[in-house]
T-cell receptor, first 113, second 114 residues
Framework: QQQVKQSPQSLIVQKGGISIINCAYE??????FPWYQQFPGKGPALLIA?????SEKKEGRFTISFNKSAKQFSLHIMDSQPGDSATYFC????????????FGGGTRVLVKP | DAGVIQSPRHEVTEMGQEVTLRCKPI?????LFWYRQTMMRGLELLIY????????DSGMPEDRFSAKMPNASFSTLKIQPSEPRDSAVYFC????????????FGQGTRLTVV
């Protein structure tokens, strides 16, 4: 079931630093790539998403970079803050699976003050 | 809308007992998903429904697990009999019919089987 592989499993970064999380997928039919953020005791919530017709999308301090030929995409968190400490999941879906979202394994990010 | 509503938030049960988890999706959403989250296996998709019809239940661990969606506003995930290895957080999520739309997750049910 692991069609989306995520790395690293955990990440520690100093406040103000850059957090980078990478994901790779296998199914070339995927056409929607969201990132979800999860805080302890909460359900995952959409952070930012991208379609494969663009190579980059930025929302505030969060940027998705997408490399279609390599079948990889990544999340960059600029100027990381302690409030960004959470677990981040990449995911992928396509219409042929009836909207099924396939998630990566998750990355636990800890931002030290 | 209050979002995806799951109940109960916490459930502690003894091995062998039946457990029923409940979910109310966001009104108007056509897809409903049940996920299980553990430290070891991350977020696993158990089953999902489109328009109340089960589409893919290949993630259901075994016959002890069953899910129903009798109408557009309610779904259940049942475990019978429950086992300690079923202990996890179970999430329900719903999504509109379009591909590039957000999936909204509930708060989850933390199940502990002792």
């Amino acid at each position: 079931q692991q069609q989306v592989k995520q790395s690293p499993q955990s990440l520690i970064v100093q406040k103000g630093g850059i957090s980078i999380i990478n994901c790779a997928y296998e199914n070339t039919a995927f056409d929607y790539f969201p990132w979800y953020q999860q805080f302890p005791g909460k359900g995952p919530a959409l952070l930012i998403a991208i379609r494969p017709d663009v190579s980059e999308k930025k929302e505030g301090r969060f940027t998705i970079s997408f490399n279609k030929s390599a079948k990889q995409f990544s999340l960059h968190i600029m100027d990381s803050q302690p409030g960004d400490s959470a677990t981040y999941f990449c995911a992928a879906s396509w219409g042929g699976t009836g909207n099924k979202l396939t998630f990566g394994g998750g990355t636990r990010v800890l931002v030290k003050p | 809308d209050a979002g995806v509503i799951q109940s109960p938030r916490h459930e502690v049960t003894e091995m062998g007992q039946e457990v029923t988890l409940r979910c109310k999706p966001i009104s108007g959403h056509n897809s409903l998903f049940w996920y299980r989250q553990t430290m070891m296996r991350g977020l696993e998709l158990l089953i999902y429904f489109n328009n109340n019809v089960p589409i893919d239940d290949s993630g259901m661990p075994e016959d002890r697990f069953s899910a129903k969606m009798p109408n557009a506003s309610f779904s259940t995930l049942k475990i019978q009999p429950s086992e300690p290895r079923d202990s996890a957080v179970y999430f329900c999520a719903s999504r509109a019919a379009l591909v590039d739309t957000e999936a909204f997750f509930g708060q989850g049910t933390r199940l502990t089987v002792v």
